[in-house]
């Protein structure tokens, strides 16, 4: 008594005692743009600061019902000039060629919640995990158990306006979502890391799943993440080969006696239950996780995993080796995970409420609900920084949490884009761990006036089936130049970053000359910018915002790239390896001595590619 | 005492099944008196830890009992209002004897009793989702489907987090 007591397997965990330890955010007392926007499904008010909107495609008439989950767009994936977008009740094929005008290639009518897509060369896959999922894709619910489909689909997309579905892997847990991985050793195989939040279905619906408490049962469909191994020219074999069990040794020790826990149990004799019967024993540390991020570059997974955020190495994908876990009483529901392309820092976010609550409101805490960032230490441990919520108070009628997001290539910054549900899009620098900032917004209004409380009649503007309509940015991803958001009830939108004094023409420009064949934003890809002018001028723009670098050197600097770049190949190669010196010359004396020297590099490169 | 007996009409056609309309009236009931042992928590001299985390659970189980009670609302279902945890008794809720010891408490014992409590609490939640997917043909509404796992993902991490708090509780047995 009196003291902490821990566990020996709980020592590598840290705990904070405080919350006042990091940074502290308030709501914007003054006027925000995004306050007040009138309602509405389609002509809600629209605020955005920082982007613009290049296009809004509603959803297809297939998807296009009343309220509720049923149809709601999901998440996105995205490969050459088509995005892929998920959708509770199967897939769009969006052509982006235009950015300005989407076009339709495929709708896919196939009962998936919810419908999480991945894309690898021509499969999609395709998360599924609730109890309405046939193999068939066929509405009208599972009348036998042998027709539920649960874990994920395989669609061959090599005609992305005709897509087929060759394969069902069923998982124990089904897939909430599920994360590729490819192999470090074999260039036609992957391995999808599979998340289920769910119990593991009966061993009468799925042979060999099983579902207990004992963590160190190696036959338990608990404890672990399904581990789906593809090989590229044989989808249709396409098996579970493994568990990730990646929790062993998490389990706090058992509680002494039972306690206040044991009694009073209350509760009608269930179906399957007999309320007699001794209560399980409960659930202790993560059981499963609910989102995993990737970043095969650097051999790292971060786990979204209930109350934890897990960093894992992936070396050996079918071996995986958790490194540390972090816990916060104020994050209760870890979720997805970005990390910086250094992979030095990550961004946890918490979707307290599963997405489906308003918790952006200014009644509640800043620090849920929102990111955390983390950095990762030379000994792969987690440090954690501050918290970073939307700064903007939204209503009640939005659901709104933080929710899926990536990277914004800017070179020498930290720049994420998220989707917010009804909270909208936020783009947010994270560049300092201890002082995330927002950088830009686009947001809209409500989809709904305000609601009924408490069971009272449905209002008139609402019409007869009073339900809260659930919608927003599910994820916002930037790729090849665009911003993507999947909007739940709505559509697509489509974004570009505009310039403003936090974001220059340059860091735009130079966020715009990174481009992926593929993306699918919970496998990180490593990005590798070019030898370009607007690189060199992002670093140099940083350092005279930040004051970097003495003015009369940045502003020498910058007339110097900008005679270079009007120069003949030969002469511009002279010229920036003489800046580049110079500039390696400032390094020493500069207050921001790390970003010179990038710059210095950068110039460099540059004048090897002048050609 | 009993849970919701009412019987109940599923029109022909529809997704869901009688034992989805008990879950969800049900859980309000359930939810509503976790709002309630929350509430305790300022005036009874909770740690700011706990407070936060009291607050939390009546924040996030309120907007549920919305989403709970807007979802029975639109398919002709008797939505049960928050005052339904007086007469409704589901897995995990506290017996009256439990909630004289929860008022009676006061600073560090109001802690340990509240998370331990609590524990309980989400856990006969869990144990209300697992019945549910027992049951024959329940929870292919998507709604209902999401939700159910939402509560037991929430919940879940909610109780590993309300583990460690306990562990680090002085007045800890």
């Known amino acids: ?611 | 005492m009993s849970g919701m007996d009412t019987p109940v009409t599923v029109p022909k056609g529809a997704l869901y099944t009688a034992a989805d309309v008990h879950f969800m009236q049900g859980m309000i009931a359930h939810h509503a008196q976790a709002i309630f042992m929350s509430r305790l928590a300022a005036a009874q001299g909770a740690n700011p830890r706990v407070l936060k985390f009291a607050n939390k659970i009546d924040q996030s189980q309120m907007a549920e009992i919305r989403l709970m009670q807007e979802w029975l609302v639109a398919n002709g279902q008797t939505a049960p209002d928050t005052a339904s945890y007086h007469h409704v008794m589901m897995a995990g809720m506290l017996s009256p004897e439990q909630i004289t010891q929860l008022k009676a408490a006061r600073g560090p014992e109001f802690d340990t009793h509240f998370l331990t409590m609590m524990i309980q609490h989400h856990e006969g939640a869990l144990k209300m989702v697992e019945d549910l997917l027992a049951s024959p043909l329940a929870a292919q509404d998507v709604d209902v489907s999401v939700f159910a796992n939402d509560i037991a993902t929430v919940q879940t991490a909610e109780i590993g987090t309300m583990r460690r708090m306990l562990e680090q509780n002085p007045t800890q047995p």
Not at chain 1, 69 to 95: C, H, K, P
Not at chain 1, 326 to 343: I, K
Request: charged share 20%; with cysteine; aromatic share 8%.
């Open chain 1, 1 to 611: 008594m009196g003291h902490v007591r821990r566990t020996c397997t709980l020592a590598a965990l840290f705990i904070l005692s405080s919350a006042t330890a990091l940074e502290a955010q308030t709501y914007p007392t003054g006027k925000d743009a995004r306050n007040g926007l009138k309602s509405g499904i389609l002509d809600a008010g629209v605020a955005m600061e920082g982007m613009k909107q290049v296009s809004f495609t509603p959803k297809a008439a297939e998807f296009d019902t009343a309220r509720g989950l049923t149809f709601v767009n999901s998440d996105m994936a995205f490969r050459g000039n088509y995005v892929y977008q998920g959708n509770f009740a199967g897939f769009s094929i969006w052509d982006v060629s235009n950015p300005a005008k989407p076009v339709k290639a495929a709708v896919v009518s196939c009962i998936t919640s919810q419908g999480d897509p991945s894309i690898y060369g021509n499969l999609l896959f395709l998360s599924a995990e609730g109890g309405g999922n046939r193999n068939d894709c066929g509405k009208g619910g599972v009348q036998d158990p042998k027709d539920h489909m649960a874990g994920v689909r395989i669609f061959d997309v090599s005609d992305p306006k005709a897509p087929k579905l060759i394969k069902n892997v069923q998982t124990c847990k089904g897939s909430h979502t599920h994360t590729i991985i490819p192999s470090p050793k074999d260039k036609g195989v992957i391995y999808l890391y599979v998340s289920g939040s769910q119990g593991a279905r009966p061993e009468t619906e799925l042979a060999g799943c099983k579902s207990n408490n004992d963590a160190a049962d190696e036959s338990n469909s608990m404890f672990r993440l399904d581990v789906i191994k593809v090989t590229l020219k044989k989808p249709q074999d396409a098996e579970v080969v493994t568990g990730a069990r990646i929790f062993t040794g998490m389990e706090p020790a058992p509680r002494r006696g039972g306690g206040a826990a044991a009694a009073g149990r209350g509760g009608r004799a269930g179906r399957g239950g007999d309320s007699t019967a001794p209560p399980p024993p409960p659930p202790t540390g993560p059981r499963n996780c609910h989102d995993v991020s990737v970043y095969p570059a650097m051999n790292l997974l971060a786990g979204a995993c209930g109350s934890y955020g897990i960093l894992v190495d992936i070396s050996n994908p079918e071996k995986p080796v958790r490194l540390d876990a972090a816990a916060d009483t104020n994050f209760s529901l870890w979720h997805t995970a970005v990390f910086s392309n250094d992979g030095k820092k990550i961004v946890f976010t918490d979707e307290w409420g599963g997405g489906t609550s308003p918790n952006c409101q200014a009644t509640n805490m800043l620090e849920m609900g929102g990111n955390t960032t983390l950095s990762i230490t030379a000994a792969k441990k987690f440090k954690q920084h501050a918290y970073f919520k939307l700064p903007s108070a939204q209503t009640a009628q939005e659901n709104c949490v933080s929710h899926n997001g990536a990277l914004v290539p800017v070179p020498g910054r930290d720049i994420m884009v998220q989707g917010w549900y009804q909270g909208g899009v936020d783009v947010i620098d994270f560049s300092d761990p201890d002082k995330p900032f927002e950088l830009a917004f686009f947001d809209r209004g409500p989809v709904d006036a305000p609601p009924v409380v408490d069971g009272g009649p449905p209002s008139a503007a609402r019409g007869p089936a009073a339900r809260g309509t659930i919608g927003g940015s599910w994820g916002a991803y930037y790729y090849n130049g665009m911003i993507f958001s999947s909007e739940m009830a709505r559509g697509l939108d489509i974004l570009e970053l505009t310039p403003s004094d936090k974001l220059s023409v340059n860091e735009i420009a130079a966020a715009k000359l990174v481009k992926f064949e593929q993306f699918n934003p919970q496998s990180q890809p490593k990005i590798v910018w070019p030898a370009a002018f607007p690189v060199v001028r992002s670093y140099l723009d940083q350092l005279v915002r930040g004051n970097g670098l003495a003015a009369a050197r940045t502003s020498a600097i910058g007339s110097a790239l900008d005679a270079a770049e009007k120069m003949p190949a030969a002469a511009r190669r002279a010229a920036l390896t003489k800046l580049a010196t110079q500039v390696g010359g400032d390094v020493g004396s500069a207050k921001d001595s790390a970003r010179v020297k990038t710059m210095a590099d950068a110039i460099k490169a540059l004048a090897a590619a002048a050609k």
